[in-house]
C-alpha cells in the first residue's frame, strides 16, 4: 500500500491506504540458508550517492551507467572504475529518472519539473501538469514522459517545447509510485497505462495499436488498480509485461496481438532470455514461464517475503535483490541457487543492469556497487 498514491485531481489521502494494511502483521521474511556458490563473483567498486528514495531506473550505456539520488544529484560513472564522467544537482528532490539517450539526460523532480540535462547541466525544464513516477524515455530526439494522470507527453529534446499529449479518458483514479512502462520499438513508441500497453507514433502520439494485459476488477479501487510496472521484458517481436497484482502478459509487438496472458501476483517488472520470462512475485517466489505460451517451467521459493527486485538475465544465471542488501544468482535453467552477493545491508531499490560483463546495483542507502562475474 505504500506504493499507492491517488491520482493527480483526487485528495492526497495517503493515511487512508496505510490503515487499509494494518488488519494483518507483515510476514517475516525467510531466513537466508546457507549457500556453497557456484558461481564467483568480485566487487571492482563502489560508488555513493544520496539516498534513494524515489522509483529509480538506472540507465546502461555501453561504457557507462547512468543514475540518480533522491537528493537530486544526476550522475554518469565510467564502467570499468566508477569514477563520475559528469555529476550535477538539480536543487531538487526527484520524484523519477532516469532517462538517457547519451546526449539528452532526463528527470523529474517532486515539484513537478521535467529536466532536461546535457553535458552535466540543465538545458531546458518544463511544468508538467500531474506528477510522474516513471523515468522519462529519451529516444529519437524526443522526451516522453508518462505522468500520474496516465497522460503521455513528447518534449523537443532539443528546447523542450511540448510536441503533443495522449490521455486515455476514464482511467481509475489510483496510481502506484513506481516505475512505469515505456520502451522504443523500431518506430513506434509503447507504452503502459493502465492495464494496457499501447503503440503511439512518436511523431504525433497517435495510437497504432492497443492490447489489454489485464483488466480491473474487484470492489474498491485498491483492488481494481492494474497499472503496468517496470521494466518490461522484450525478445523480439514480444514484449512482456506485468500489470500489478494482476497478470503477465507478452504481446507481439508488431501486429500488436496478444500472445498469451496468465493470472500472476506481483508488482515488480520481468526479464526475459531467448526461451523463458522470469518474474519476482508478491510473496518472494521466483517464477519462469516458457515465452512462447507462458507455461510454468520452474519456480524457487527460498527468498519469500524478501521483497525482490525484479530480475536480469547475468550469463547462466538471474540476479535479484532483496530488502537487505544481497544480490541473489540464481540459474535459468531450473532456479537452482547458484550465488550471494552482499552489498552495504539496506534494500536494493531497482532491477539490476547488466553493462557488458558488468552488474551495477544501487541500495537505498545510495550504495552503487559493481561486481564482475568470474
Same mark, same amino acid.
Given at each position: 500500500?505504500?506504493? *499507492?498514491?491517488?491520482?493527480?485531481?483526487?485528495?492526497?489521502?495517503? &493515511?487512508?491506504? =496505510? =490503515?487499509?494494511? %494494518?488488519?494483518?502483521?507483515?510476514?517475516?521474511p525467510?531466513?537466508?540458508?546457507?549457500?556453497?556458490?557456484?558461481?564467483?563473483?568480485?566487487?571492482?567498486?563502489?560508488?555513493? #550517492? @544520496?539516498?534513494?528514495?524515489?522509483?529509480?531506473?538506472?540507465r546502461?550505456?555501453?561504457?557507462?551507467?547512468? +543514475?540518480?539520488?533522491?537528493?537530486?544529484?544526476? /550522475?554518469e560513472?565510467?564502467?570499468?572504475?566508477?569514477?563520475?564522467?559528469?555529476? *550535477?544537482?538539480?536543487?531538487?528532490?526527484?520524484?523519477?529518472?532516469?532517462?538517457?539517450?547519451? %546526449?539528452?539526460t532526463?528527470?523529474?523532480?517532486?515539484?513537478?519539473?521535467?529536466?532536461? +540535462?546535457?553535458?552535466?547541466?540543465i538545458?531546458w525544464?518544463?511544468? #508538467?501538469?500531474?506528477?510522474?513516477?516513471?523515468?522519462?524515455?529519451?529516444?529519437?530526439?524526443?522526451?516522453?514522459?508518462l505522468?500520474?494522470?496516465? =497522460?503521455?507527453?513528447?518534449?523537443?529534446?532539443?528546447?523542450?517545447? !511540448?510536441?503533443?499529449? $495522449?490521455?486515455?479518458?476514464?482511467?481509475?483514479?489510483l496510481? +502506484?509510485?513506481?516505475?512505469?512502462?515505456?520502451?522504443?520499438?523500431?518506430?513506434?513508441?509503447?507504452?503502459?497505462?493502465?492495464?494496457?500497453?499501447?503503440?503511439?507514433?512518436?511523431?504525433?502520439?497517435?495510437?497504432?495499436?492497443?492490447?489489454?494485459?489485464?483488466?480491473?476488477?474487484?470492489?474498491?479501487?485498491?483492488?481494481?488498480?492494474?497499472?503496468?510496472?517496470?521494466?518490461?521484458a522484450r525478445?523480439?517481436?514480444?514484449?512482456?509485461?506485468?500489470?500489478?497484482?494482476?497478470?503477465?502478459?507478452?504481446?507481439?509487438?508488431?501486429?500488436?496481438? &496478444? $500472445?498469451?496472458? !496468465?493470472?500472476a501476483?506481483g $508488482? *515488480?517488472?520481468?526479464? =526475459?532470455?531467448? !526461451?523463458?520470462?522470469? @518474474?519476482?512475485?508478491?510473496?518472494?517466489?521466483?517464477?519462469?514461464?516458457?515465452? %512462447?505460451?507462458?507455461?510454468k517451467?520452474?519456480?524457487?521459493?527460498h527468498?519469500?517475503?524478501?521483497?525482490? /527486485?525484479?530480475?536480469?538475465v547475468?550469463?547462466?544465471?538471474?540476479?535479484?535483490?532483496? &530488502?537487505?542488501g544481497?544480490?541473489?544468482?540464481?540459474?535459468?535453467?531450473?532456479?537452482?541457487?547458484?550465488?550471494? &552477493?552482499? /552489498?552495504?545491508?539496506?534494500?536494493?531499490v531497482?532491477?539490476?543492469?547488466?553493462?557488458?560483463?558488468t552488474?551495477?546495483?544501487?541500495?537505498?542507502?545510495?550504495?552503487?556497487?559493481?561486481? #564482475?562475474?568470474?
Open positions: 500500500m505504500r506504493r *499507492v498514491l491517488p491520482a493527480i485531481g483526487l485528495p492526497l489521502v495517503v &493515511l487512508a491506504l =496505510a =490503515a487499509c494494511s %494494518t488488519g494483518s502483521p507483515r510476514p517475516k525467510a531466513e537466508l540458508p546457507p549457500i556453497n556458490p557456484t558461481i564467483a563473483a568480485r566487487q571492482v567498486w563502489k560508488a555513493q #550517492l @544520496g539516498a534513494v528514495d524515489f522509483p529509480l531506473s538506472v546502461a550505456r555501453p561504457q557507462s551507467v547512468v +543514475l540518480a539520488g533522491g537528493n537530486g544529484t544526476v /550522475t560513472l565510467e564502467i570499468s572504475s566508477g569514477r563520475p564522467l559528469w555529476s *550535477v544537482s538539480v536543487g531538487a528532490a526527484l520524484a523519477a529518472g532516469v532517462g538517457t539517450d547519451g %546526449t539528452t532526463a528527470v523529474v523532480t517532486r515539484d513537478n519539473e521535467l529536466l532536461a +540535462l546535457r553535458e552535466g547541466k538545458v525544464r518544463h511544468r #508538467l501538469a500531474a506528477q510522474a513516477f516513471a523515468a522519462p524515455l529519451v529516444a529519437g530526439g524526443r522526451v516522453f514522459q505522468t500520474a494522470d496516465r =497522460a503521455v507527453s513528447a518534449f523537443d529534446a532539443n528546447g523542450g517545447q !511540448r510536441l503533443w499529449v $495522449q490521455q486515455r479518458p476514464g482511467s481509475e483514479p496510481v +502506484l509510485r513506481q516505475a512505469g512502462v515505456m520502451l522504443p520499438y523500431g518506430d513506434t513508441l509503447v507504452v503502459g497505462v493502465g492495464g494496457r500497453l499501447s503503440a503511439l507514433n512518436p511523431l504525433n502520439g497517435s495510437v497504432r495499436w492497443d492490447a489489454a494485459v489485464a483488466t480491473a476488477r474487484g470492489i474498491n479501487e485498491i483492488e481494481r488498480l492494474v497499472d503496468l510496472v517496470g521494466p518490461p525478445q523480439d517481436p514480444l514484449v512482456c509485461a506485468r500489470a500489478f497484482q494482476a497478470a503477465i502478459a507478452c504481446v507481439d509487438a508488431v501486429r500488436g496481438a &496478444l $500472445q498469451w496472458s !496468465r493470472p501476483d $508488482q *515488480v517488472g520481468l526479464a =526475459a532470455d531467448e !526461451r523463458l520470462l522470469f @518474474g519476482s512475485e508478491s510473496d518472494g517466489v521466483i517464477q519462469a514461464w516458457r515465452l %512462447t505460451n507462458g507455461d517451467v520452474w519456480s524457487h521459493d527468498l519469500r517475503f524478501r521483497d525482490l /527486485t525484479a530480475p536480469v547475468i550469463g547462466r544465471s538471474l540476479a535479484v535483490g532483496d &530488502l537487505q544481497f544480490v541473489h544468482l540464481i540459474a535459468r535453467e531450473d532456479g537452482r541457487a547458484l550465488g550471494r &552477493l552482499a /552489498t552495504d545491508g539496506t534494500a536494493i531497482a532491477a539490476p543492469v547488466l553493462v557488458g560483463q552488474l551495477v546495483v544501487v541500495t537505498r542507502g545510495g550504495g552503487v556497487f559493481a561486481f #564482475l562475474p568470474q
